[in-house]
């Protein structure tokens, strides 16, 4: 999974700046690695085998915040200080 996937980082801000081999060498020697390295390669290749916790959701912030796409909508679903939405063509 991690080959078949290099360069294409840039989904989420928290990882632009960076590499792949980058990230690997800074997290690999974390107790829960392995762990979510599995839950990273299932996203990848077996999605309908996890919980819809979030409601199919396409965008989300924080709680606090309230983005110009958010105007008029609610979220499908709140986790902690996160709010999901669902939107359309996207």
Request: hydrophobic letters at 35%.
């Amino acid at each position: 999974m991690v080959a078949a996937h290099r360069g294409r980082i840039h989904a989420f801000s928290c990882v632009n700046g960076t590499s792949l081999d980058r990230l690997i060498r800074k997290f690999s020697r974390e107790p829960d690695f392995k762990e979510a390295l599995q839950i990273a390669q299932m996203v990848c290749q077996a999605p309908d085998r996890l919980p819809d916790l979030v409601g199919s959701a396409n965008h989300y912030t924080r709680t606090t915040e309230r983005p110009y796409w958010a105007k008029g909508k609610r979220p499908v679903a709140v986790i902690g200080q996160q709010a999901f939405y669902r939107l359309k063509n996207y």
